[in-house]
Each structure stands twice: as C-alpha cells, then as structure tokens.
C-alpha cells in the first residue's frame, strides 16, 4: 500500500507545467580580417547576412556573437569616442569563442571593441510579444497555467479555456493603432494541440495559416476588425490534462486501497 501511495505522489510531481516562450537568439559573426582596418566588413549577422554591425531584436531575445577571426576581440556596450557604458562586456575572448547577451530593456545599446575601435555596431530592442498571463488556471485543478505570448494592436484581456469543447476563447479589448489588424499567437501544444478551426466572433473563418516550431504552434489570425470581440480557437485537445490525469491517479489509489483492505480482511492478514 505504501508503495502505491509513493508512486502516486510521484506521478503527480512528475506531470509538467507549461509556459510558452518565443525568445531567439540571434548570431553575429566576427570574420577572419576583421581586426585590420581596411577589412570589408566586421560583423556579419548570420540570419540576415547584414555585414555593418546593427541588428534588430525583441525583449528577451539573446545575441550571440561568435569569433570567427584569428585574433582575439572584444564585444563592449558603449562607443570609441566615449568608452563603455557598463551594461556589457565580453572581455577579451579568443578565436574560436562566443559571447552571448540577453536584452531585457528597450532601447539602443552600441558597441564596439576596445582592441579595435574601428568595429561597431548597434543593436536596437524593440518591442518584444505581448503576454496574456495565467491561461487555464479556472478549470482542472488550477495549477497547470499558461503565459501565452502574442502579437496584436490591440490588447488581449482574457483567455477562457472550454474542455467541452476543446477550445481557447480569447477577448479583445482597445482601440486600434494602425490598419494592420493581423493576430499572432503562440501556442504550445500542452495548453492546445490539434487546431482544426478558427472562429471571430462566433463566426468560422478560413483566414488563418499555422506553422510549427517543435511543441509551439504559431498561429496568425488574419480576419479580424477593428472591433473584432472574441477569437476562438478550437483543437483535438485541451489542457489541463493535468487535472484528468490526477483524478484518475486518486481514484486507482482509492481502488487499490479498497482492494486491498478487502484482502486482509478476507486472509485474516492485519490491517495497513
């Protein structure tokens, strides 16, 4: 019986919480050369190929800048003429070796390197995916909870989780700030899995597209107004399976109790 109970408990803790992240990490590429003056480039950004050193990025995103060369450099927020401001600094790092940084504020962060100053760049924090916090947490057992990140311009202001009808109604909420009214949202396959339909403000729609990036679904919405309420998005499965599953762990314990106590009873064996 202790057994049953032990590995019960465990089943429970094991069960995963979910929260989605959209972060990336973007590489820069220090080029063999780039500690001569007269090199043709310095940086080079691997996803774009932009070789002048400036780069776009999200809240939360990382860059990772990778030396390519023979020399050793140095990665230094500030600028040549003013020297480092102190909110990075890679230090001497030698060919062969990365330095990486996770942007959390806004705004434009120079830099250049302090061995050869004639290398420089930005890198400019925008702003990075909403979040709708605490998805899930009004069914089930109110613990397996989602951060769900989107991209819209307006303001999502609820999420309500339906398990009947495997579905994610989302409330939209605020004025419209420019024409574009295009809804992104990132799903992780644990909170929705199995998306099969789209409805705006209870009407079905075909104005959507879907693609995939591991357990992540990004969804793009398309056919909304600027006065658009609800969009609802239905699949072949919801969570919380979590509070399924231990419902289902609490009753084969109770069985197994009953079973058993009904064995020492009957053999005559003491009671647990």
Same mark, same amino acid.
């Given at each position: $019986?202790?057994?049953?109970?032990?590995?019960?408990?465990?089943? !429970?803790?094991?069960?995963?919480? &979910?929260?989605?992240?959209?972060?990336?990490?973007?590489?820069?590429?220090?080029?063999?050369?780039?500690?001569?003056?007269?090199?043709?480039?310095?940086?080079?950004?691997?996803?774009?190929?932009?070789?002048? &050193?400036?780069? =776009?990025? *999200?809240?939360?995103?990382?860059?990772?800048? /990778?030396?390519?060369? @023979?020399?050793?450099?140095?990665?230094?927020?500030?600028?040549?003429? *003013?020297?480092?401001?102190?909110?990075?600094?890679?230090?001497?790092?030698?060919?062969?070796?990365?330095?990486?940084?996770?942007?959390?504020?806004?705004?434009?962060? +120079?830099?250049?390197?302090?061995?050869?100053?004639?290398?420089?760049?930005?890198?400019?924090?925008?702003?990075?995916?909403?979040?709708?916090?605490? #998805?899930?947490?009004?069914?089930?057992?109110?613990?397996?909870?989602?951060?769900?990140?989107?991209?819209?311009?307006?303001?999502?202001?609820?999420?309500?989780?339906?398990?009947?009808?495997? %579905? !994610?109604?989302?409330?939209? $909420?605020?004025?419209?700030?420019?024409?574009?009214?295009?809804?992104?949202?990132?799903?992780? =396959?644990?909170?929705? =899995?199995?998306?099969?339909?789209?409805?705006?403000?209870?009407?079905?729609?075909?104005?959507? @597209?879907?693609? $995939?990036?591991?357990?992540?679904?990004?969804?793009? #919405?398309?056919?909304?107004? +600027?006065?658009?309420?609800?969009?609802?998005? @239905?699949?072949? %499965?919801?969570?919380?399976?979590?509070? %399924?599953?231990?419902?289902?762990?609490? #009753?084969?314990?109770?069985?197994?109790?009953?079973?058993?106590?009904? /064995?020492?009873?009957?053999?005559?064996?003491? /009671?647990?």
């Amino acid at each position: $019986m202790r057994e049953i109970i032990i590995l019960s408990m465990i089943a !429970i803790i094991a069960l995963p919480v &979910g929260i989605a992240h959209a972060q990336s990490t973007y590489d820069i590429l220090i080029p063999t050369g780039a500690a001569a003056p007269s090199a043709p480039y310095f940086w080079q950004v691997e996803k774009t190929g932009d070789t002048n &050193g400036n780069l =776009s990025v *999200e809240v939360l995103d990382t860059v990772a800048w /990778k030396n390519a060369d @023979t020399a050793a450099h140095t990665v230094t927020s500030g600028t040549a003429e *003013e020297g480092p401001d102190g909110i990075f600094d890679s230090s001497l790092f030698p060919p062969g070796q990365t330095f990486e940084y996770q942007f959390t504020e806004l705004g434009e962060y +120079p830099y250049f390197c302090i061995v050869h100053p004639w290398m420089v760049g930005t890198i400019t924090v925008e702003t990075g995916l909403k979040v709708v916090s605490n #998805v899930g947490s009004k069914v089930g057992d109110g613990k397996t909870t989602f951060d769900v990140e989107y991209e819209y311009n307006r303001s999502i202001t609820s999420a309500t989780v339906n398990e009947d009808t495997n %579905s !994610i109604t989302f409330g939209l $909420m605020g004025q419209s700030k420019s024409d574009d009214h295009t809804l992104v949202l990132i799903l992780p =396959s644990d909170l929705i =899995s199995g998306i099969s339909s789209v409805s705006v403000d209870g009407t079905m729609t075909e104005d959507y @597209t879907i693609s $995939m990036d591991g357990d992540i679904s990004e969804l793009t #919405v398309t056919a909304l107004e +600027p006065t658009s309420n609800t969009v609802t998005v @239905t699949g072949a %499965s919801v969570v919380p399976e979590f509070g %399924s599953v231990v419902g289902v762990i609490l #009753v084969l314990s109770i069985v197994a109790v009953i079973i058993m106590t009904s /064995k020492s009873q009957k053999f005559g064996m003491p /009671k647990l």
